[in-house]
């Protein structure tokens, strides 16, 4: 019924830039709160960065100042700038979707990640 798909993840070296993008298809009706997620070997996954539909934000301490979110309600699309990248931001990314489906319902979903690795 709806996927969420990830990209723009890869290797940066420390202090470097990645741009993650996530983008909403099917039975859309709206998208309520949209969100970047992370989840680092061996560790519970915790949220990075969310932002509602009308534009309020909540970013984790660890990102604040380094990372932006932004998303486009139209093209159901959310975009993670990621700055001054240190290397225990590493971990695989999951964007995540509170969505009201066309007949009616709400759920949440979660795209299938996207490895973010910063390493020199």
């Known amino acids: 019924q709806v996927q969420l798909v990830e990209s723009g993840g890869g290797l940066v070296q420390p202090g470097g830039s990645l741009r993650l993008s996530c983008a909403a298809a099917g039975t859309i009706f709206s998208i309520y709160t949209m969100g970047w997620y992370r989840q680092a070997l061996g560790k519970e996954r915790e949220l990075v960065a969310t932002i509602t539909r009308g534009g309020s934000i909540a970013y984790a301490d660890s990102v604040k100042g380094r990372f932006t979110i932004s998303r486009d309600n139209a093209k159901n699309t959310v975009t993670l700038q990621m700055n001054s990248l240190k290397p225990e931001d590493t971990a695989v990314y999951y964007c995540?979707?509170?969505?009201?489906?066309?007949?009616?319902?709400?759920?949440?979903?979660w795209g299938q990640g996207t490895q973010v690795t910063v390493s020199s």
């Open positions: 995540k979707g509170n969505v009201q489906l066309v007949d009616g319902r709400t759920r949440g979903y």
